[in-house]
């Protein structure tokens, strides 16, 4: 396992009950999940630990991120998890319909 013991999420038909504050770093704390708000519709949730270059990669591109065109850092990102010293994690969001 990971650091933390963490484990990776899967939920079909996610809902944020409404009213529900979260503390968002730089941002505050935001209300969600009443209507309109981020996470007021079904969705499908997906939290898996990254632990593949290929995934990694991935994840780099699509985030537009530093490790996209950076093989160096993402081999050594990579090494950081293979060697369970720190985990990265990707969440991905599918709305219903």
């Known amino acids: 396992s990971n650091p933390r013991g963490l484990r990776g999420w899967f939920e079909l038909d996610a809902q944020i009950p409404p009213a529900t504050r ?6 505050g704390f935001c209300e969600l999940g009443g ?4 996470g007021s519709l079904e969705a499908t949730v997906r939290v898996a630990e ?3 270059l290929r995934r990694l990669f991935y994840e780099g591109e699509r985030l537009c ?4 065109g950076s093989r160096r850092s993402q081999i050594k990102y990579l090494s950081r998890a293979r060697a369970r010293v720190s985990s990265f994690w990707s969440l991905t969001k ?3 319909g």
């Open 65 to 68: 991120n530093c490790l996209e």
């Open 94 to 96: 599918q709305a219903k």
């Open 22 to 27: 979260v503390h968002v770093p730089y941002r």
């Open 35 to 38: 209507p309109g708000q981020p």
């Open 50 to 52: 990254i632990l593949s």
